[in-house]
């Protein structure tokens, strides 16, 4: 089966750790990007990466990082300098082409502890 | 920057009656948009899309609507079941904005027995 996968579903964190969040697809799409949602609210940027090797802040990048060393994989580290990181974490991709969807991940909730 | 809202967060429809979901959108550059349906503690499933040079698209039991003048968006559900019950969002892509999404908030729909 095609699709995009978050591990873990639900991740405990100390104040002052840093995680990493993993998300792996196999739809072979170049894209690849990391929402946070809070409670009742929309979904928010913090990284894109259109192709290998190569990514761009979105929104809310300060306290984040990621890398792109395979199509495939986008990780996402959490890092000690987000001062807020409790929230559900959204992983999605998509095909090249200007009007194409994209496909999301089931997320990962994440708890500070 | 551009803003996606949502006219209302929340929406309580009978059991086969019809649903209207609206949103509204800023950017008049934005020449891509979709809905996405989000169950509680999931990613967002793709539902619709429809591109800037279209009024009107139909799915199965859903229909979007687009009004580029006033620059609002809408879904609309035919025959609403307990299983779409969730929250939807609106998201709308401006050219040159590298397939970037922005999301609204949301609208959570509860279909009523």
Redesign the interface.
């Known amino acids: 089966d095609g699709g995009i996968t978050?591990s873990p579903k639900y991740l405990f964190r100390k104040e002052g750790q840093n995680v990493t969040l993993s998300c792996e697809q196999n739809l072979n799409h170049d894209?690849m990007?990391w929402?946070r949602q809070d409670p009742?609210?929309?979904?928010?940027?913090i990284y894109?990466s259109?192709i290998v090797n190569d990514f761009?802040k979105?929104?809310i990048a300060e306290g984040y990082s990621v890398s792109r060393e395979k199509k495939e994989s986008f990780p996402l580290t959490v890092t000690s300098a987000q001062k807020n990181p409790t929230a559900f974490y959204?992983c999605?991709c998509?095909a090249a082409g200007?009007?194409?969807?994209?496909?999301?991940?089931?997320?990962t909730?994440l708890t500070v502890l | 920057?551009e803003s996606?809202g949502l006219h209302l967060?929340t929406l309580s429809v009978q059991e086969g009656d019809n649903s209207i979901i609206n949103c509204a959108y800023s950017n008049s550059a934005s020449?891509?948009f979709?809905w996405?349906k989000q169950e509680s503690?999931?990613?967002?499933?793709?539902i619709i899309?429809i591109?800037s040079n279209m009024d009107k698209r139909q799915g199965q039991r859903v229909t979007v609507l687009l009004n580029k003048t006033v620059k609002h968006l809408s879904l609309q559900i035919a025959a609403t079941q307990p299983g779409d019950s969730a929250v939807y969002?609106c998201a709308d892509?401006f050219?040159g904005s590298?397939?970037?999404?922005t999301?609204?908030?949301?609208t959570q729909l509860t279909v009523l027995p």
């Open positions: 978050q894209a990007y929402y009742g609210q929309g979904l928010r940027l894109y259109q761009q979105g929104d959204l999605a998509t200007p009007y194409n969807e994209q496909f999301f991940g089931p997320g909730r | 920057g996606v967060p020449d891509y979709i996405y503690g999931k990613g967002p499933q793709f899309d591109r969002f892509r050219s590298a397939r970037q999404l999301f609204g908030s949301g």
